[in-house]
């Protein structure tokens, strides 16, 4: 198999978009931080649908990962994502270094407020800042017609619509349905560092929302069901439960503590260990 091409100048990416945008080719931005998976490989196969090239984006920002978090612990293996790309049918994979990324005297930073301030937000100050910022820079050096952004960081997706939109970044941004193992555990790179006992709990997370998430459906009041589903964490062997929430699926509002008048979203993180697991399940509202 041909090695895929790779590009690291941000010049050298717009010069080969725009050569396949003079040609009449659509391009799709799959913006990833390596350690890939079938997770990351469903959303290049969903770019492959939505546009003729693909291109994918392999950077481990530095600017979304708080102090204390796993910088330089993140799994890296450049070839071998490279090769797992190559077998999806990838263009052209875009690896800058962080130089490429903030050079010296960089000093702008994209944050959106209200929806980066929630949730995941409130949890890691100055996380989306850095998403925020780094997805922009992306969207505008790749000038793609689509964007493909999975649905496992609901919160993520969400905020990255908003700053399109408020921006007037003419790239569409595509969801990708969350991928799961047999056992349900949303497909994440950061499951790696779960060892066999944690492993073995980790399932029990997006058991806990399909049980909140059907008890909403059928009217229970949304206070209750969230405090349940924190127990229900904490006896099966998580460490701590970082929220578990039912929010209004586009702006992520709160809700009121009575039953579901419309659909929502229940957002939710629990933590095994150094991990923290992240994890999300569309609710319908109760029928009348």
């Not at 350690?35 to 920002?61: D, I, K, M, P, T």
Request: net charge negative.
């Amino acid at each position: 198999m041909p090695a895929l091409a790779t590009v690291r100048r941000v010049a050298d990416l717009r010069a080969q978009v725009h050569a396949w945008r003079e040609a009449g080719d659509t391009v799709a931005l799959v913006p990833t931080m390596g350690a890939l998976h079938e997770g990351h490989l469903s959303l290049v196969r969903l770019a492959r649908r939505e546009a003729r090239r693909v291109v994918v984006s392999l950077f481990v920002n530095p600017t979304q990962f708080g102090a204390g978090e796993d910088f330089s612990a993140y799994p890296r293996d450049e070839a071998r994502d490279s090769a797992l790309l190559a077998g999806e049918g990838c263009d052209l994979l875009f690896a800058p270094s962080a130089e490429e990324m903030y050079p010296p005297g960089f000093a702008t930073t994209v944050a959106v407020s209200g929806l980066g301030e929630e949730l995941e937000g409130a949890f890691r100050p100055g996380h989306f800042a850095g998403v925020a910022t780094v997805v922009t820079k992306l969207l505008i050096q790749a000038g793609a017609n689509a964007a493909v952004f999975g649905e496992k960081d609901y919160q993520q997706l969400q905020l990255i619509r908003r700053l399109a939109r408020d921006l007037d970044l003419p790239t569409q941004i595509i969801p990708g349905p969350i991928v799961r193992e047999g056992d349900g555990l949303a497909l994440s790179s950061r499951n790696v560092y779960l060892d066999p006992d944690q492993r073995r709990i980790a399932p029990a997370l997006h058991a806990v929302l399909v049980s909140a998430a059907s008890a909403l459906a059928l009217g229970a009041a949304v206070s209750e069901c969230e405090a349940q589903a924190r127990e229900a964490l904490r006896t099966a062997g998580f460490d701590a439960v970082d929220y578990v929430e039912a929010r209004r699926p586009d702006d992520l509002h709160r809700l009121g503590p009575g039953p579901l008048s419309e659909p929502a979203r229940l957002l939710a993180v629990a933590r095994l260990g150094r991990t923290r697991l992240l994890d999300n399940l569309a609710v319908s509202a109760p029928r009348a």
